[in-house]
């Protein structure tokens, strides 16, 4: 028997999945956490070696759960968490703690160049200019921190996401490459033409040199070596974001199809297929996947909190002590009239679609003295539907025949969560019997490039397991009207 294995290297920790490479089944699965570093109010840094470790860890325990010699490995597949940025030397040491994707320390920065990026960047991208994404951040360390400098002065500089580090680990330093979905939310690289782009480069500051060689989704990225848990050779076959791997998942692998993600974010994606589509109402356009020099592209709406919200109601205030807890909490609540004047306004990393307001904050309203911590458990997930919502409203500009929306990621499995969205959206929701796309679609990705199954084909390995129908209730339309007016008045 051979295996697959997926790496899901994400925000809060790094999952591996272990499936039959025959049948896709997942075989095991080990998740490993890391530790969040918070050096300031709005700053999100990870330690690489944290990482490297977690993804270790990870692979030594879904060894010993599984009783498989990783001998059996027939490839490995990729996916990560996107904007998150790391520097580090050609041999593989890091030069600083990676910067989050959530983290905004580069906001003044946007803010000061917002104009001159709309006017010269913004078509190319695809991408408002945001704190958010991988270029910023990239400034941000050539100017402040000096073993960076010092690197690239040297030209011993590799500035990456964290699929390219992963891959430069794994294979011993020998690969330093990327693909195009991560490639793409950098704003340093051209949709259209794919290629890394002078005019980017150069308003941003980066030396093309610094950053690794873009390939196609599903190809060679290297071989294994000096691994330690891995025997040299196993080839890695196959990376995409996590948001793109979760909607290749999915089987999104028709136009207009769509799906959501729910984990420390949650984001909603729509397969636009080989057209470039700029939305109007604040949206994201991005690669999806490329596979033998074709295109898939999308259109993706982001919430910067979701699960993240969960885990702050568990950790801060200690309402629950495991985050699933939370739908037990908030299933308590049996009068929805105390509900009605609350809302859980979760920005504590500022707003995403479709107002990117990177200064907004956290903020919890219309508390009385009768609110308990299930009111608070309940206005949370409200909160993360409410928000997310806010993306599917745009959707629906833009594409005003919505498909249903497939969902996953660990937060889905959340019944009442399922179905707040469903009626705040009005759209149905399926959930698949697999939740882990995010990983399962890096795993499919491998048998793409070894040529085993068509992308075509891959409906076949989507399964649901249960439906949520939009209730037409009118406190679901009134809280969203209170959410709205509330955005206007704090945000905007």
């Known amino acids: 028997m051979s295996y697959l294995i997926a790496i899901d290297q994400g925000t809060t920790g790094t999952t591996s999945l272990l499936l039959d490479a025959q049948t896709l089944e997942i075989k095991a699965k080990n998740k490993q956490d890391y530790r969040q570093i918070y050096p300031k109010p709005g700053l999100v840094e990870h330690d690489l070696n944290d990482i490297w470790k977690s993804v270790e860890d990870s692979l030594e325990k879904l060894f010993q759960s599984a009783k498989v010699n990783p001998k059996e490995i027939m490839a490995i597949g990729i996916t990560n968490q996107r904007e998150t940025t790391c520097a580090y030397t050609k041999d593989g040491k890091p030069l600083t703690h990676a910067i989050v994707w959530q983290d905004r320390r580069t906001a003044s920065y946007c803010d000061s160049r917002r104009e001159e990026y ?55 330093g020998a690969s330093f490459v990327t ?11 051209n949709l259209a033409t794919r290629q890394w782009d002078a005019d980017l480069l150069s308003f941003f500051g980066i030396d093309k040199s610094f950053l690794p060689e ?28 996590d948001q793109q791997a979760a909607l290749f998942g999915q089987a999104c692998i028709n136009v207009g199809d769509l799906k959501s993600t729910y984990g420390t974010g949650a984001f ?29 592209y999308a259109l993706e709406g982001s919430a910067y909190i979701a699960g993240a919200a969960v885990q702050w109601l568990r950790d801060n205030l200690k309402c629950i002590v495991t985050s699933p807890e939370v739908e037990t909490l908030a299933n308590s609540v049996t009068d929805l009239d105390q509900m009605r004047p609350l809302l859980f306004l979760p920005f504590f990393t500022g707003i995403g679609t479709p107002y990117w307001n990177s200064d907004a904050k956290a903020a919890i309203l219309g508390i009385t003295r009768g609110t308990d911590n299930s009111h608070i458990a309940r206005a949370c997930l409200e909160g993360i539907a409410l928000s997310l919502n806010d993306s599917v409203s745009s959707f629906k ?24 969205q469903a009626n705040f959206s009005q759209q149905k929701i399926l959930r698949p019997k697999v939740i882990d796309t995010t990983a399962y679609g890096v795993a499919i990705g491998c048998l793409v490039a070894l040529g085993k199954i068509k992308i075509e084909e891959m409906g076949s390995f989507w399964k649901l397991e249960k439906e949520f129908v939009p209730e037409n209730n009118a406190y679901y339309s009134e809280k969203k009207q209170l959410w709205d007016e509330s955005i206007r008045r704090l945000y905007l």
């Open 268 to 296: 909603l994606v729509l397969n636009t297929g080989e057209e470039l589509v700029t939305s109007q109402t604040g949206l994201l356009s991005t690669i999806a996947y490329t596979h033998q020099g074709k295109t898939i």
């Open 397 to 420: 500009k833009d594409f005003p025949n919505l498909n249903a929306i497939k969902v996953d990621g660990g937060a889905s499995a959340n019944d009442l969560l399922m179905q707040m």
């Open 179 to 189: 693909e195009s979905s991560n490639a793409s939310r950098t704003m340093l690289f």
């Open 118 to 172: 709309e006017a010269q960047c913004r078509a190319k991208t695809g991408l408002p200019l945001d704190p958010y994404f991988s270029g910023t951040k990239m400034r941000w360390m050539l100017d402040n921190v000096a073993e960076v400098k010092q690197a690239a002065d040297k030209k011993d500089l590799c500035l990456s996401t964290v699929d390219t580090y992963l891959v430069h680990r794994l294979t011993d």
């Open 214 to 241: 873009v390939r196609d989704s599903f190809t060679e990225f290297g071989k294994t070596k000096n691994v330690g848990i891995l025997p040299d050779g196993i080839p890695i076959l196959s990376i995409l974001g």
